[in-house]
């Protein structure tokens, strides 16, 4: 059988985990979900000892699966969720039983101490770290040393979601450059960590991990893992990368100028370039690329799929446990529902940063709901706005990307909501071009990935292959009947999130203040 690899997407909300074949094929794929904890107001926060029984699990199904060699296996590569802080004492060992994800803003007074001795335009310039400061990797560390002293005295290293599971499977400990790039300390034109802002932070530079190519073999699947997991001995590992660069990668955005959307828990619009689009009032958030001497540079919302299914979740749990119980896709019945509202969801809006939002949406406190609701307004009417409002979120950001730097008549569109035709429409319509879905939607990451461990192990001479492997299924296109009424919908959400903003403050007294 020919040569394969595993790989291993870590995301917000689960991991998926694929074995491809050398000409790109997708053998089989699992998805093994696990939680996050919400503790307080702005901690997010996940078990990493959940990710490694996601891996295992997934691993095991995918081994069982007949269609699957296991001797095949020759590499693994994970990519991961971003802005990870885990602390690892000199052993190696987790100190933490749960640690703050890449959502996580807990860290507002410790990039406000920061930002006293650094200039927050510089440090943007430098880092390209468009998200809200306190998400990134730098403040939580800071965090971590003011309010938990005693496992921060015994912290020796802090790492990322991917660079964790490698440490489990070879016992090596490092980073790649895309990973590195979300710390809030690294130099994206120097290529390397930045002393000035571990200075300004007060840390030990060797608190962060030392930086490999995303290529680079770390190392081979311990011999007592290899037996714990069903593999063979002698599997290498490949660095991986973080999340939005392995998908930008899968999803076919990694030459200049290519581009992609991707529609997940939290959603954006990435691009390719061989330097970093940076603007200091929209701020893009760029990573370096898995792929050398590139970035990418993207726009976002937060709490796209996680507020749509927050939605589903808390205004219609019947439409899920009846979907259930007749063995059918709970997400085609919510889809049936929604198209029975028309276009505009007869006038309500939804704005999803249910989970808080990007700097340009208005940073963590920020949060969502829906306006213009009255008594003729039905659930097929909420659903739909609430797919509706992530869209126009996404249109928001996808009009500065194309201010920014010229942008194609048509986009790739990756990840969940790629798999329904209802809601490529409405992106369709509500970006005004067309929404093309591949062969390749929710494997973007492990493709990404996959490639990255066949460019590794030497299967594949560069990335080109990918390239070949989204055909396209389908391309919806924006409707001119459906014109007028999003252009209104645009410019009612434009409003509705300014006024969502300048809400912000006095939401969060009433939280504060609540019992």
């Not at 990870?84 to 860290?107: N, T």
Request: proline share 5%; hydrophobic share 45%.
């Amino acid at each position: 059988m020919a040569d394969t690899v595993a790989a291993f997407d870590l995301g917000t909300a689960g991991v998926k985990a694929a074995v491809f074949r050398s000409d790109g094929a997708c053998l089989a794929e699992e998805i093994v979900s696990y939680k996050t904890f919400y503790p307080s107001a702005s901690f997010h926060e996940q078990r990493p000892e959940d990710w490694w029984e996601a891996v295992r699990a997934s691993l095991k199904a995918l081994t069982a699966n007949p269609a699957i060699d296991i001797g095949s296996i020759r590499a693994i590569a994970i990519s991961g969720h971003s802005l990870g802080c885990l602390p690892l004492d000199a052993d190696g060992a987790l100190l933490q039983e749960y640690v703050p994800i890449w959502s996580d803003g807990r860290a507002v007074a410790e990039a406000k101490d920061f930002f006293t001795r650094i200039d927050p335009a510089l440090w943007y310039r430098t880092t390209g770290n468009g998200f809200p400061a306190p998400l990134y990797t730098v403040f939580k560390a800071m965090w971590l040393r003011r309010n938990a002293p005693d496992i921060f005295s015994r912290t020796k290293t802090i790492i990322g979601t991917k660079d964790y599971i490698n440490l489990r499977l070879t016992g090596r400990i490092v980073t790649d450059p895309s990973y590195a790039s979300g710390t809030g300390v690294y130099d994206l034109g120097a290529g390397r960590y930045a002393p000035d802002l571990i200075t300004a932070a007060g840390l030990d530079p060797e608190l962060f991990a030392p930086i490999v190519a995303s290529t680079d073999i770390i190392g081979e699947v311990l011999p007592e893992i290899a037996d714990a997991l069903g593999l063979p001995r002698g599997v290498r590992v490949v660095a991986g990368g973080v999340d939005n660069s392995c998908m930008a990668l899968g999803g076919r955005t990694f030459l200049g100028g290519d581009s992609y959307a991707s529609m997940g828990s939290s959603s954006w619009i990435t691009i390719s370039s061989s330097e970093p689009l940076l603007d200091e009032r929209v701020r893009p958030f760029v990573f370096a690329h898995v792929v050398p001497g590139m970035f990418i540079s993207a726009t976002s919302i937060f709490s796209s799929g996680t507020s749509v299914n927050w939605v589903a979740d808390t205004l219609l749990p019947d439409v899920k446990r009846d979907a259930e119980a007749g063995d059918r896709n709970v997400y085609d019945d919510l889809f049936e529902l929604a198209s029975q509202s028309p276009a505009g969801a007869r006038g309500v809006l939804f704005v999803p940063t249910l989970g808080g939002g990007t700097s340009f949406e208005g940073g963590p406190a920020v949060r969502g709901g829906f306006l213009g609701l009255d008594l003729q307004h039905n659930r097929a009417d909420l659903f739909r706005a609430a797919l509706e409002g992530v869209a126009l979120g996404l249109r928001v950001a996808l009009d500065e990307l194309r201010r920014m730097t010229p942008l194609g008549p048509e986009m790739i569109i990756v990840g969940g909501g790629a798999r329904n035709a209802l809601w490529r429409q409405i992106f369709a319509d509500i970006f005004d071009c067309a929404i093309v879905k591949t062969r390749i939607d929710q494997q973007a990451a492990a493709l990404g990935a996959a490639a990255l461990a066949f460019v590794g192990i030497g299967l594949w001479r560069d990335f080109s292959p990918i390239r070949d492997l989204h055909s396209a299924e389908s391309q919806s296109n924006p409707s001119p009947k459906t014109r007028k009424v999003y252009d209104a919908a645009l410019t009612a959400y434009r409003k509705a999130a300014v006024q969502q903003h300048e809400l912000s403050g006095a939401l969060t007294a009433l939280r504060e203040a609540a019992p």
